[in-house]
T-cell receptor, first 114, second 114 residues
């Protein structure tokens, strides 16, 4: 158990809908990262927050957004969903905001868009 | 840009065989290097890390040495077990402070039979 929690574990929704994925980091960690894992693209970094502020952005679509709240939990919002958004979405956390820190991953949310 | 290249899988071994999974990277400066393991249906678990040249990371019988001269971080284990069957990801964390996302290889599937 990494100490990172993600809800829900599974999510099935229809095209055009909007969903919210939730992540709670390990106790004491200030950074939260979101990654997408799909068979064709592998593991892709989406976005990082550090202590409530956006720190780095990766291959995140404009239809996707995220935020980190004062209690340090984070939410990833996916809107106007398309079939191609079906994937595993992982949250990870680390104690620092810079390079070199280990990232600890949650169990993931499996999103299926039908 | 920075990248990680792993050997293509799947790798199929018998129990107690020697394991090597090759990983090479392209990055500026001195990135931190990691191996993560993903068991079926689970999130990624940090297996080991190295933060500077000639560092050796080790955990659970697995080892990897940070080789700056060959830009490599090959994973080895002297005697694999059936329980080691999983997908293994090599990753790097860039040196610069701004971009701290992990950059992953495509993963190598290991299957160990008894």
């Amino acid at each position: 158990d990494s100490g990172v929690t993600q809800t829900p574990k599974h999510l099935i929704t229809a095209t055009g809908q909007r969903v919210t994925l939730r992540c709670s980091p390990r106790s004491g960690d200030l950074s939260v990262y979101w990654y997408q894992q799909s068979l064709d693209q592998g593991l892709q970094f989406l976005i990082q927050y550090y202590n409530g502020e956006e720190r780095a952005k990766g291959n995140i679509l404009e239809r996707f957004s995220a935020q980190q709240f004062p209690d340090l939990h984070s939410e990833l919002n996916l809107s106007s969903l398309e079939l191609g958004d079906s994937a595993l979405y992982f949250c990870a956390s680390s104690v620092g905001g810079g390079g070199g820190y280990e990232q600890y991953f949650g169990p993931g949310t499996r999103l299926t868009v039908t | 840009g920075d990248s990680v290249t792993q050997m293509e899988g799947p790798v199929t071994l018998s129990e107690e065989a020697f394991l090597t999974i090759n990983c090479t990277y392209t990055a500026t400066g001195y990135p931190s290097l990691f191996w993560y393991v993903q068991y079926p249906g689970e999130g990624l678990q940090l297996l080991l890390k190295a933060t500077k040249a000639d560092d050796k990371g080790s955990n659970k019988g697995f080892e990897a040495t940070y080789r700056k001269e060959t830009t490599s971080f090959h994973l080895e284990k002297g005697s694999v077990q059936v329980s080691d069957s999983a997908v293994y990801f090599c990753a790097l964390s860039p040196q610069n402070q701004a971009g701290t996302a992990l950059i992953f290889g495509k993963g190598t599937t290991l299957s160990v039979s008894s």
